[in-house]
């Protein structure tokens, strides 16, 4: 990728992402996050992070800051930044340090970073700068935690192709090769699919606006993927979401 053409793609998520946060609050029925849909994802996110008292962290791809006051609450200092000037602009807190910049080349020094910990952010950029960039910026023994959405669900796809407002041209869900590249030059690393069955309720969500039954086809059917994916592993490319764990 040439300087010019990271640039345009720096643009368009600026762009897309500065509009978004300037907008008004999104209160469509249809909308899948804000019914709840990732809840279980993010508490899971929660859990294989950790304790967070007294660790300095850096939020990659932060967006308004909503995860970021969730993990200063949890008693980190937390360090934040995102490409768009208008979602930076947002995010509150005390110990909260929120910076305007790209992914592909962060302004920190070397080993700062107990954890760096990212939501919907590695599939909007270069991952073979921002695995540099994430190595050099972990302390020795660091971890990164990514939650990301997945590309070879043929479902998704279809809604994906119907939907392309809902998303910048530039991001490409994961594939489970990217994957396998953005985690080979670490020590340690861990996936997990989530949300397989549980794609389902998006469904009806996107045709009724009901929030009741989407809650109570989520219940269902997240207990049928706890009961599925750890028995059948290779259906985990098929999630929506996925865990990405490395460890420096
Ligand atoms: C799906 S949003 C997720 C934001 C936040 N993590 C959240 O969960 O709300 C993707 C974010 O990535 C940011 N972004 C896209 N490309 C970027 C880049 N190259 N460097 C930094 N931020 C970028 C966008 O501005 C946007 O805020």
């Known amino acids: 990728m040439t300087d010019r053409s990271l640039e345009t793609r720096h643009d368009v998520e600026r762009h897309f992402h500065d509009h978004k946060a300037k907008s008004r609050p999104d209160s469509d029925p249809h909308d899948f996050y804000a019914a709840g849909g990732l809840d279980e994802v993010w508490r899971a996110y929660l859990t294989q992070v950790g304790p967070l008292e007294g660790k300095t ?3 990659f791809g932060c967006g308004e800051g909503w ?4 993990y200063a609450r949890r008693g980190a200092t937390v360090h934040s930044f995102d490409i768009s000037v208008e979602s930076v602009r947002k995010v509150k807190g005390p110990v909260i340090h929120p910076a305007v910049m790209a992914a592909e080349h962060l302004g920190y020094r070397a080993g700062s970073f107990d954890l760096v910990l990212g939501v919907g952010i590695l599939h909007h950029t ?3 700068f921002v695995r540099r960039e994430i190595a050099r910026v972990l302390r020795r023994g660091g971890r ?5 959405p997945l590309a070879h669900n043929p479902l998704l796809r279809a809604f994906r192709k119907l939907t392309p407002g809902r998303r910048t041209p530039t991001e ?5 090769r990217q994957i396998a590249e953005f985690t080979q030059e670490f020590g340690w690393t861990d996936f997990r699919g989530y949300q397989l069955v549980s794609i389902l309720p998006q469904g009806v969500l996107w045709v009724t606006g009901s929030r009741s039954l989407f809650r109570a086809g989520l219940r269902l059917s997240e207990a049928m993927d706890g009961w599925l994916l750890p028995r059948l592993p290779a259906l985990q490319r098929y999630c929506w979401s996925a865990i990405i764990e490395v460890r420096k």
């Open 57 to 59: 962290i850096l939020d």
């Open 144 to 148: 990164a935690l990514f939650m990301e």
């Open 172 to 176: 490409q869900p994961m594939t489970m």
């Open 67 to 70: 995860a970021a006051a969730e």
């Open 126 to 128: 270069e991952l073979p």
